[in-house]
């Protein structure tokens, strides 16, 4: 609680600096851009429009199959190794159209600020939802929004603007450890920017910094705290267990069945009941898997052993190069 008071003192602080000064940089809307990567050319992206039927015509935009959309937090661009890894990886295994959203320019800016630049890009990504839903007759049922702190409250800010314009929802929500600090607290004014269940037909969230960084209370249809939610393995401090939620999505993604998760009131009832006979219930998968059919609540489990190997050789971010939210 006392790190959440001197968090709230410092952006009291800064937010009344910048308004006194003045300094705070100015967002415009082609800060926002769109990448769509496809599995001819890893390294080669075609850059979309809002509102410019050619800049779809000309790339390898497929309205026939599902739209994935990647989208960064704080400190983040699309160039960062994690967004590499896992559009790439998407894209080789043909997932659809891979479009990653990058709002660096906004997100390099203190966190108050930076917070304050999510409502334009969110803006921006309903805005091309809305036009690829008009231009290229796709429907939202076949949209998958990947956020991963911020990225994940910009989902559900985006998602509901969609809503309200076409009466449609997204297909599916991923939230990756949500942020939380000006998000889910202070309490805030519009719960339209804070992700839940009614966002998207499915929405499932994976909590690894919960608390800190990352959300607390459940945010989905299907929430997953590995390892409690808070702390994970290998990690000394909470950057490095925020990003973790991307990991464990991206392993996923190799390994569908690596991870598998109960349902549990708690984590401490968790660890008090019959953890020790774990591998005689059927688990729920959790990442690329999780899917409308598991039904709604909170599921928990520990990574260990093989998943914790799995993830500590497969992933490109290891704990001493986290440098980043």
């Known amino acids: ?28 809307e082609s800060d926002v851009t769109f990448h769509l990567y ?12 809002i509102d410019n039927p050619k800049s779809i015509k000309t790339s390898k935009f497929d309205p026939n199959i599902p739209t994935r959309f990647i989208i960064h937090g704080w400190t983040h661009s699309r160039d960062v190794p994690w967004i590499i890894e896992l559009r790439e990886l998407m894209a080789s295994r043909n997932y659809g159209n891979i479009i990653v959203v990058d709002w660096g320019k906004l997100a390099h800016s203190m966190y108050v600020e930076t917070r304050e630049h ?24 076949s949209v998958h929004l990947i956020g991963h ?22 297909g599916r929500i991923t939230g990756l450890d949500p942020a939380s600090p000006l998000f889910e607290w202070p309490e805030p004014d519009n719960l ?12 499932d969230v994976i909590h690894t910094n919960s608390g800190h960084l990352g959300m607390v209370k459940p945010a989905g249809h299907v929430d997953y705290y590995p390892n409690g939610g808070d702390d994970q393995p290998g990690c000394g401090f909470w950057v490095c267990s925020h990003i973790r939620a991307v990991e464990y999505f991206t392993a996923s993604i ?10 549990y009131s708690s984590w401490e009832e968790y ?16 990442g690329w898997a999780a899917n409308p059919s598991i039904p709604i609540g909170c599921y928990y489990f520990k990574t260990h052993g093989e998943e914790q190997e799995y993830i500590m050789t497969k992933t490109t971010i290891e704990d001493s190069e986290v440098e980043y939210l």
């Open 118 to 141: 999510t409502v334009l890009t969110s803006k921006q990504l309903a805005r091309l939802l809305i036009f690829l839903a008009r231009d290229q007759k796709i429907h939202m049922s």
């Open 192 to 203: 339209n920017e804070l992700l839940d269940s009614s966002d998207a037909l499915f929405v």
């Open 149 to 170: 702190s911020m990225g994940g409250q910009i989902s559900a800010s985006a998602a509901y603007q969609v809503q309200q314009a076409l009466g449609q929802k997204i």
């Open 254 to 263: 190799r390994k569908p069945d690596l991870f598998k998760a109960y349902p």
């Open 271 to 286: 660890l008090e009941r019959d953890t020790g006979n774990l591998n005689k219930r059927v688990g729920v998968p959790m």
């Open 38 to 49: 496809h599995s001819s050319d890893f390294s080669e992206d075609d850059e979309l429009f």
């Open 1 to 28: 609680m006392w790190l959440k008071i001197l968090f709230l003192i410092y952006c009291v602080k800064k937010i009344s600096a910048t308004r006194l000064f003045d300094t705070e940089y100015v967002p415009d």
